[in-house]
């Protein structure tokens, strides 16, 4: 955690510039899943801001899934892994305060599609490890999660493996 360059503060709202810092290591991959971020008081003064401007950017990253925080003498605050509820919970929440429409919905899924997609056929011809591991279990197939086995938010359950209907 300490390779990471933050740079001191120079924004009326300090704790947006902080939660904009860390989110910008976190998506370059200078912190990884499960790395514990310096204690409060250290961020503080690397970022030269008081350690409650601190508390409240990782809040706002807590909140925004990106971090946890623990208490007690093994505590502090850690990078969390990606979860897929509390995305679907954010959409969701966008589509009824409505700042968020069902074909803007549709035409970012469009996007995350095409791209998840180009990474899967790069892999496929790179011999990642990863996709290596899915030609193991067998044949890839195309399905379609019907009611039974979508979760709270319409997603398809994690884990569930359905059939084409």
Do not use: W
């Not at 509820?85 to 954010?90: G, T």
């Not at 966008?94 to 056929?121: D, F, H, K």
């Not at 030609?135 to 084409?164: D, F, K, N």
């Amino acid at each position: 955690m300490s390779g990471v360059a933050f740079t001191p503060i120079r924004q009326a709202r300090a704790s947006g510039e902080i939660v904009s810092q860390i989110e910008r290591a976190i998506f370059d991959g200078e912190l990884q899943t499960g790395d514990r971020l310096e204690s409060e008081r250290e961020l503080a003064e690397r970022f030269g801001v008081s350690r409650i401007t601190v508390r409240d950017a990782l809040r706002v990253l807590e909140a925004r899934g990106l971090v946890h925080v623990k208490v007690g003498a093994s505590g502090g605050a850690f990078v969390s892994d990606t979860n897929v509820d509390q995305v679907a919970e954010s959409i969701s929440t966008m589509i009824q305060l409505r700042r968020m429409t069902l074909s803007g919905v549709a035409e970012a899924r469009t996007v995350v599609e095409t791209a998840t997609s180009e990474l899967a056929a790069a892999r496929g011809r790179s011999g990642h490890p990863a996709d290596r591991a899915d030609r193991r279990e067998g044949p890839v197939r195309r399905t379609r999660a019907g009611p039974a086995h979508r979760g709270e938010h319409g997603l398809p359950r994690r884990g569930s493996r359905c059939s084409e209907e």
